[in-house]
Structures are given as structure tokens and as C-alpha cells.
């Protein structure tokens, strides 16, 4: 019997040459999660289906799911490309490093969570008036939410509420803050790190006296989750 094509959003994680003009892809869809597609003859100069599968793009797809693991392209188009990205080798390399965690961790967790963490993650790397950082931020404090391993920004160490105007270290064993008066943060950054937990970067932009407090917090946010 035949399979029904099946017509989806993706974002593309990995492509691999395969032949003389074919190419196999790694999409990550919404409804589906990770797929492998086969693209056949993409890499034609005059190929249809070239165009519309790039990297940092939302895409339209269609494919045929195969009988084994890989199903066939027979349609894309470009829904969004973020071309700026292109342009910025930080925000490039950082948005490698989205796809590559996203790509890891939907092994893991079949959801549509890490399609839209991604899809956000892209959009705003892909936007020249978002700080990379905020960015940055956001997606390592949202990845490890959807791993379940975020970090407490409520009560510190001992269970105690945090409480304003008061310095912290933070216990990366206990992902908690311990109160130390000669500590790193403040509750000015406990506040932008909850925040950004709560809102997407374009949100977070957009906040008064985020600058000066979001290099600090990037670097906690970054080791969150162990790599």
C-alpha cells in the first residue's frame, strides 16, 4: 500500500551528500520529530527542491514516508529564511550550537516543545535588533526546562526564599543559589534570569537596564546543562 505524502514545517538539522546529486536530510518537524528524507537530485542546477531546504530557514515539506527509516522530499519551499545570520560568524556558530543540541535532545524526547524552542531560537539569532546574548540566555535556560533540569530561581540552597537586595554564589550541583554577601548575583540578575525563563528574546529586548546584567547571566545560563 501506499503511504500518503505527508505535508509539515521543518527545520533542517544535517545534510549529507549522497551519490552524484541526491542528498539526505535531518528535519525536525512539529507533528513528527526528527525525519530523514531523501532528497533526489537536489544537487542539479536545476533542481526544484534546492531552494527550499536550507540551513536557518523554516520550511515547507512534503515527503513520502519509505518503507524503512528514510522517506522521499517531493516538495519544499522556503516558509521564512533568516539570511542576517549568514552574515554574523558569532551568531552563526551559535545557531550550529542550537541545532546541535536540539538535534541531540530530541533523541531523547519526542516534542513539539524543542521544534519551537528551535524555530524562536533562529528567528531571534536571525534578528539584528535582539542582543545575542538575551538570545544566548534564553534558549540554554529554556533547553534545560525541557530536559527537566532548570534551575531553581525561587528558594536558595536551603529552601529559603530569595530575597531582594541580597548578594548569591550559584551551586551548580544543586542548580540553586547559596547567599554569600561577597556573591556574584544580585537579585537584579535573579529577576532578568526569571524573566527570561517566562518571555522569548524578542520580550526580553525590549526590557529597560537588561544590558549591563545579561553578560553575567549568559555565562550561568551557559553552564546549566553539562556538555
Known amino acids: 500500500m501506499n503511504k500518503k505524502p505527508i505535508r509539515t514545517k521543518a527545520i533542517v538539522l544535517r545534510r ?14 512539529p507533528d513528527y520529530g526528527k525525519v530523514s528524507i ?14 527550499g531546504i536550507e540551513l536557518f530557514a523554516i520550511c515547507d515539506i512534503t515527503y513520502v514516508p519509505g518503507k524503512g527509516e528514510i522517506g ?14 549568514l552574515t554574523d560568524y558569532e551568531r552563526l556558530q551559535f545557531g550550529y550550537e542550537m541545532i546541535k543540541q536540539v538535534s541531540k535532545a530530541s533523541e531523547q524526547v519526542d516534542d513539539e516543545s524543542f521544534f519551537r524552542l528551535l524555530e524562536t531560537g533562529i528567528e531571534s539569532i536571525g534578528d ?7 538570545t544566548v ?25 530569595l530575597v531582594e537586595d541580597s548578594r548569591y554564589f550559584f551551586d551548580e550541583e544543586a542548580m540553586a543559589f547559596s547567599f554569600s554577601e561577597q556573591g556574584d548575583y544580585t537579585t537584579e540578575h535573579i529577576k532578568i ?20 546584567l545579561i553578560e553575567r547571566c549568559r555565562y550561568l545560563a551557559e553552564r546549566v546543562i553539562p556538555r
Do not use: C
Not at 40 to 50: D, I, P, Y
Not at 75 to 85: N, R
Open 16 to 29: 549529507t551528500n549522497y551519490g552524484e546529486a541526491d542528498r539526505i536530510l535531518q528535519v525536525l518537524t
Open 38 to 51: 531523501m532528497a533526489k537530485g537536489v544537487r542539479r542546477e536545476k533542481s526544484k527542491l534546492a531552494g
Open 72 to 85: 522521499t522530499l517531493t516538495s519544499a519551499k522556503l516558509d521564512t529564511f533568516f539570511a542576517h545570520i
Open 128 to 134: 539584528p535588533k535582539i542582543v545575542l546574548s538575551i
Open 137 to 161: 540566555t534564553w534558549f540554554w535556560l529554556q533547553l534545560a526546562i525541557l530536559l527537566g533540569i532548570g534551575m531553581n530561581l525561587s528558594t536558595d540552597v536551603n529552601g529559603m526564599k
Open 193 to 212: 534570569l526569571r524573566l527570561i525563563s517566562a518571555q522569548s528574546p524578542s520580550v526580553a529586548a525590549n526590557v529597560k537596564g537588561i544590558t549591563p
